[in-house]
């Protein structure tokens, strides 16, 4: 789906602004999964914006395979602008299973870096 969302009003002059979504990319993942949304922002306003959901493209431009700063290039901009994301439904469900797994292979590696 498409959602079209305006950008916050900056907080101080000369600051880039987004749209009030926390987004990760897991490894494995090609694209950024939204971890949480703040309910004021505009994707929370938007009520299209979901935890979970991947973030495929924004203003037209796919996100896979993308770094994490470039895809934050393309999502904050300047105070009160638009910005288009094409969003695929994910669940909390899913991004939490992701997280639980990730955090378990690192608890394993460092369980066997420290028997060394």
Known sequence: KSVRLRRRPADMPGTLTGIGALLIQLPGDDYFRVAGVDAAGPAGQSNKVR???????????????????????????????????????GSKEDLARMISAEQLKQDQAEAAGEGE
């Open 51 to 89: 935890t979970g959901d991947l973030i495929v493209a924004v203003d037209g431009q796919s996100t896979a395979r993308l770094r994490q700063d470039q895809v934050m290039r393309m999502v904050l901009g300047e105070p009160d602008t638009e910005v288009e994301l094409s969003v695929a439904p």
